[in-house]
């Protein structure tokens, strides 16, 4: 194997959990959104009217009707969240299998690394730089 090959590989494999991970943010914040409305309407009048989105068309519908349904969605996602979590540990640890295998170090962190062997001055500086934080 090349060096960019195992470059492109690691790569590739650090985009594919990014992009669970994403997934998984999406989905934990859809989540929320479900909490919310299902204890919103909880304390509702079960025959008052309600509006749903359904393939992109608002429809009319009680609340007797919609509860269930987003309880069910709601039972659904957790299921998928569940599974993403497993599948993302599951592709962390091939990254760092990969990693190890092909004695890759990443930039950022070996100057993390740097700044604890260092000393005094340089060192906190060049913290709060690599974290992204400023400070005035």
Do not use: W
């Not at 640890?93 to 005094?120: C, T, Y």
């Amino acid at each position: 194997m090349t060096a960019e090959q195992v470059v492109a590989g690691f790569n590739r494999l650090r985009q594919e959990q990014r992009g669970m991970a994403s997934k998984a943010a999406e989905l934990e914040m859809e989540l929320n959104e479900h909490s919310l409305v299902i204890d919103t309407l909880k304390e509702v009048d079960p025959s008052r009217k309600c509006y749903r989105m359904v393939g992109g068309v608002l429809v009319e519908r009680t609340v007797k009707e919609v509860l269930p349904a987003l309880e069910s969605n709601k039972d659904q996602i957790n299921k998928i969240i569940e599974s993403l979590n497993v599948q993302l540990q599951t592709k962390g640890k091939e990254l760092n299998e990969f990693r190890e295998k092909h004695n890759i170090r990443v930039m950022g962190e070996d100057e993390r690394k740097q700044p604890a062997k260092e000393s005094g001055n340089g060192s906190s500086g060049s913290k709060t730089t690599s974290a992204g934080v400023l400070v005035s």
